[in-house]
Structure formats: structure tokens, C-alpha cells
């Protein structure tokens, strides 16, 4: 079947933007995270969703950054007023459950000029 | 917070060497989970540990689980070019409610 895809693969904005980024995760899984992965650095968790849970969103770095869900389906993450320090690739992942094997799309390279 | 740190973080080999990298935690782990990043790619999942002592073998790749489930190692014999990339752990702490994902350590491989 199918990975999971993100959206777009590649986004340049103008500092104080906002974008939105958006994830489709493997069918069934109920699991769904967001990391941020700055060039050569390592994964940095931002929030992640199970099931009709409330999510986790103890890795946010700052109130411009939020994340929905719906249902177990399509993950959005909007970046309000983009500074260039959130210049990074955006990945998601999902797994059956939390915390089985994750699964991770290609990513998002987003760029704020 | 739970702290995961990866040492080394970056590791230069010929191709033929032997390749180690730890994964430290600073508190006692539920399970401990394996990811390899290829350059320019995504991080792809390559095994779980669960017990204390745990030792798990794929091909060339032995994965071990202290005794203390604080630490975790993954050994390569006689590393290729095809073993080049960043190897991330990722701990799940003891309440099993939170994973974190370690420093990573770059193995970088040449003929």
C-alpha cells in the first residue's frame, strides 16, 4: 500500500508568512507525528496525535506553530508568521499505534527568505 | 526531561571496519527503537528491543539492550558503502508516554 506523503515537498516563503504543511499518513494508522529536522542536525519532536486522544504538544517550540488532525486521517501544521530559524525539513510519521514502528514520509524542505 | 545522547556523532570508516554507536538515556527506557537516515532521505525504522539484555541480529547488525535498559548499542561487522548514513535511536520512557529520538551518530564509509 501506500507511504506516507507529504505536501508540498519543497516551500519557499518571505519571513512573516504563514504555510501550511500537510501529511497524509498509511491508512489505519492512528498514530501520527510531526518532527523538525534542521540541516545535519537531528529529529526534533514538535507534536504527535493517537487515536481520539488529546494530542501532544509538549515538543512545540513556540504558540506560532499548531497542528490538527482529522480524525485518523490528513495531519495539517501551520507555521504563523514564519521566521527564518524555522527554516528546516518538516517530518511526519505514523505508526499503527503509539509507540510502534514508525513510519516517515519524504518530508517538507521549507525555506523562509 | 528524558535526554537521549548518541556518541559518537560522527564515525569515518573504510569499508571492511567495524562500526559501534551507543545510545545513552538518561532515565530507564520502556523499549528502544532503531532508525536509519540515508543522506538526503527519511529516517527508516530497523528494529525494537524491549527486554533487558536483549540482543537482536539482522545480517550484519547486532542490536543490544543493557541490562539497565538506560543504554543501548548497535554494532556493524564489516561495514559497505551501502551502511552510510545517520543512525538514530529513539527511547520510550518508562511511563511508556513519551519517545525520544537521540543525537544520531553519522557513519560515513570510504573504499
Known amino acids: 500500500g501506500a507511504g506516507v506523503s507529504q505536501s508540498p515537498s519543497n516551500k519557499v516563503t518571505e519571513k512573516g508568512k504563514d504555510v501550511e504543511l500537510r501529511c497524509d499518513p498509511i491508512?489505519?494508522?492512528?498514530?501520527l507525528y510531526w518532527y523538525r529536522q534542521r540541516l545535519g542536525q537531528g529529529l526534533e519532536f514538535l507534536i504527535y496525535f493517537q487515536g481520539n486522544s488529546a494530542p501532544d504538544k509538549s515538543g512545540l517550540p513556540s504558540d506560532r506553530f499548531s497542528a490538527e488532525r482529522t480524525g485518523e486521517s490528513v495531519s495539517t501544521l501551520t507555521i504563523q508568521r514564519t521566521q527564518q530559524e524555522d527554516s528546516a525539513v518538516y517530518l511526519c510519521?505514523?505508526?499503527?499505534?503509539?509507540?510502534?514502528?514508525?513510519?516517515f514520509g519524504p518530508g517538507t524542505r521549507l525555506t523562509v527568505t | 526531561g528524558q535526554q537521549v545522547m548518541q556518541i559518537p556523532q560522527y564515525q569515518h570508516v573504510q569499508e571492511g571496519e567495524d562500526f559501534t554507536t551507543y545510545c545513552n538515556s538518561s532515565?530507564?527506557?520502556?523499549?528502544i527503537q532503531w532508525y536509519k537516515q540515508r543522506p538526503g532521505g527519511h529516517p527508516v525504522f530497523l528494529i525494537q528491543l524491549v527486554k533487558s539484555g536483549e540482543v537482536k541480529k539482522q545480517k550484519r547488525l547486532t542490536f543490544q539492550f543493557g541490562e539497565a535498559k538506560k543504554n543501548s548499542s548497535l554494532h556493524i561487522t564489516a561495514t559497505q558503502t551501502t551502511d552510510v548514513g545517520t543512525y538514530f535511536c529513539?527511547?520510550?520512557?518508562?511511563?511508556?508516554?513519551?519517545?525520544?529520538f537521540g543525537t544520531g551518530t553519522r557513519l560515513q564509509v570510504t573504499l
Open positions: 510519521a505514523s505508526s499503527l499505534v503509539f509507540p510502534s514502528e514508525q513510519y
Open positions: 529513539a527511547g520510550l520512557d518508562g511511563t511508556a508516554s513519551k519517545l525520544t
Open positions: 532515565t530507564t527506557l520502556s523499549n
Open positions: 491508512s489505519g494508522h492512528t498514530a
